[in-house]
């Protein structure tokens, strides 16, 4: 066990964050309220942009397609905001949704409506509006925000009629861009615009923000108060609202901030290119980058060829993304072409990062990119390898500080497991949820005893870093062993025409289920499914080998770009179905 790990004896193969990560010593940027072991204070989430703006009023706050918004500037449009919002109704225990792509308009109205006492309930804009108005209703979200585009608006409008939606605030996109490319939107995008109807159900963010900018000071208790409802992505069943408090949000922000030690408040930047409607781009890219008074310079989604003409051109020294966004950056053709060497801190969450897309990464950029770990229900982040300090493959790294992970036993879940042993990650710590809301069975399921059950395997080594195996819903049981998909895929990671894949279960008749894989090729390169499977002969086991591989031009994504499974699990599913017992897949 290592010198700076602490172990708690009564939680077996348990981990808790480290007295200090090597290396983290020199260049600190953190103040003593910062600095590591002192408590960690509940703060209401707004006092994350009013700290800053006090401390650095006239330091760009937000670039959004080149036009810049300084901390001053936004507070200001966040108080009007808020004082529109409370003019509406809003205040505690009102629930107001934020239907928005990356952009000012989100920041703004993410921190009016907590300012105003309110709870904020995240929506993706590329939900079809059925998604919509089941989370409409099951939030009992009666104001919306959302932009004048015919991509979003017109799904909104309809749960005006057919949900508990009441008013909605439109933003228009030309509001928000610089003055050149605000003209050419209106005049070559007027066909994108979609038409609003002028009645009451219908507020103009414009309008909501005409008032002095003094809203009432709203009570809020940041341990009990929730701000924000942030959904699940429902892949176990019915998406559910993760409770997360205020509390919650700003002490993960203040974990993080202790783990990145050699950034400096007031100097950062920022690449936000993942939605902020996720609970990862919301606390990593927008909250931490606001409680260090950093610039973000924002990108409304994610197109390979902007976003690398945007590091070079506004050398952003933070990067947080997932491992698609990283893999596609590993594979441009043109990266020679830009200058990635600002970049200082890449931190990959949402999905396993496969250690040769780390490697690849790495050299090819000189920026030292670690894997972090978390959920939704623990706003989000858990663990991360320490940067600047020692960094294992392949492992989510150890605790974030005040956070204690333990390995319980896969069938007596209140059962420790030894170090080294596979077993359920569960988590305690400031930044876990207060529960799914309206759900007490859900709750009492995943948090039984205060702590969280992840549903991840994985095992904690001698050193106390943390390795995950797999899903537990993900394992796959061939022939009576448990294959986990995670090991086949970094097996795979390693062939060199190999760019993305992803590995489910299938029907067996001989095994019960056995491995089969779907697989993308970088460019320029050629490989058979055969030439695959004989690849990973002596990389993994026997049972290990996929039944077949399919190679596709592309994997399907969830809407923050992770590789998903569900769609390729459905698809199999179909394809059995209609062939009426003959085989699916090709091989």
């Known amino acids: 066990m290592s010198e700076t790990m602490t172990r708690h004896a009564h939680t077996g193969g348990g981990t808790s964050s480290p007295a200090a990560p090597d290396g983290a010593a020199g260049g600190s940027g953190l103040g003593p309220e910062h600095a590591r072991g ?67 308009y989100f920041t703004i109205c993410y921190f009016a409506v907590l300012k105003a006492g309110g709870t904020v309930v995240n929506y993706n804009p590329l939900y079809v509006e059925r998604e919509l108005a089941y989370q409409i209703n099951d939030s009992g979200t009666r104001l919306m925000v959302t932009l004048d585009l015919k991509q979003i608006y017109p799904k909104v409008a309809a749960c005006l009629e057919s949900t508990c939606l009441e008013r909605v605030v439109v933003c228009t996109m030309t509001g928000i861009l610089p003055g050149v490319k605000s003209l050419l939107f209106s005049v070559l995008k007027r066909s994108e615009m979609a038409d609003v109807p002028d009645d009451l159900r219908h507020i103009p963010f414009d309008k909501l923000v005409a008032n002095a900018g003094k809203p009432a000071r709203a009570p809020i208790s940041p341990k009990s108060d ?11 069943g019915v998406p559910k609202g993760a409770m997360l408090t205020h509390a919650n949000i700003t002490a993960n922000c203040e974990q993080l901030r202790r783990a990145v030690p050699m950034l400096k408040d007031g100097e950062e930047r920022m690449m936000a290119v993942l939605p902020f409607f996720h609970v990862f781009a919301m606390t990593v890219a927008q909250n931490l980058a606001t409680q260090m008074g950093a610039e973000i310079v924002l990108l409304p989604r994610f197109e390979l060829g902007q976003l690398m003409k945007c590091i070079s051109r506004k050398r952003p020294t933070m990067f947080p993304g997932v491992p698609t966004i990283y893999t596609a950056i590993n594979n441009a053709p043109d990266l020679s072409k830009h200058d990635m060497t600002s970049l200082k801190v890449c931190i990959s969450g949402g999905a396993p990062l496969p250690v040769e897309v780390k490697k690849r990464f790495e050299e090819l950029t000189g ?23 020692l960094v294992k493959s392949g492992s989510i790294g150890l605790p974030l500080e005040g956070t204690e992970v333990v390995i319980r036993n896969l069938e007596e879940p209140h059962d420790p497991m030894p170090r080294g042993e596979r077993g359920e990650l569960t988590i305690k710590g400031p930044q876990v949820m207060a529960g799914y809301w309206k759900r007490p069975d859900e709750t009492a399921k995943t948090l039984p005893d205060g702590w969280l059950r992840t549903g991840d395997v994985g095992y904690v080594d001698e050193d106390g870093y943390i390795f995950l195996v797999d899903r537990i819903k993900d394992v796959i049981i061939a022939g009576g062993f448990n294959v986990y998909p995670r090991a086949i895929e970094e097996a795979l990671y390693l062939h060199p025409a190999v760019a993305e894949c992803i590995c489910i279960g299938i029907p ?9 894989c779907f697989v993308t090729l970088r460019d320029g390169t050629d490989a058979s499914p055969a030439e695959l499977r004989d690849f990973l002969h002596d990389k993994i086991s026997r049972i290990e080998i996929p039944k077949a591989i399919e190679i596709r031009d592309t994997l399907p994504k969830t809407m923050v770009g992770k590789l998903s499974r569900k769609e390729l699990v459905a698809e199999e599913e179909a394809a ?7 085989s699916a897949g090709a091989s």
């Open 38 to 104: 002192a408590p960690i204070v509940p703060r209401a989430v707004p006092s994350l942009l009013e700290d800053s703006a006090q401390r650095f009023p006239d330091r760009p706050y937000l670039d959004f397609l080149g036009k810049k918004y300084t901390y001053a500037e936004v507070l200001d449009l966040v108080n009007r905001a808020a004082q529109g919002f409370q003019q509406l109704g809003v205040g505690p225990g009102v629930r107001v949704g934020l239907c928005l792509p990356n952009s000012p």
């Open 226 to 236: 929730v701000a924000v409802l942030q959904y699940t992505g429902g892949t176990t």
């Open 367 to 389: 920026c030292s990119l670690v894997e972090g770990y978390g959920l939704t229900e623990s706003s989000p982040v858990a663990t991360c390898n320490p940067i600047g300090g």
């Open 508 to 516: 067996d008749d001989y095994r019960g289920q056995a491995p089969k």
């Open 576 to 582: 059995r179905k209609a062939a009426s017992g003959g």
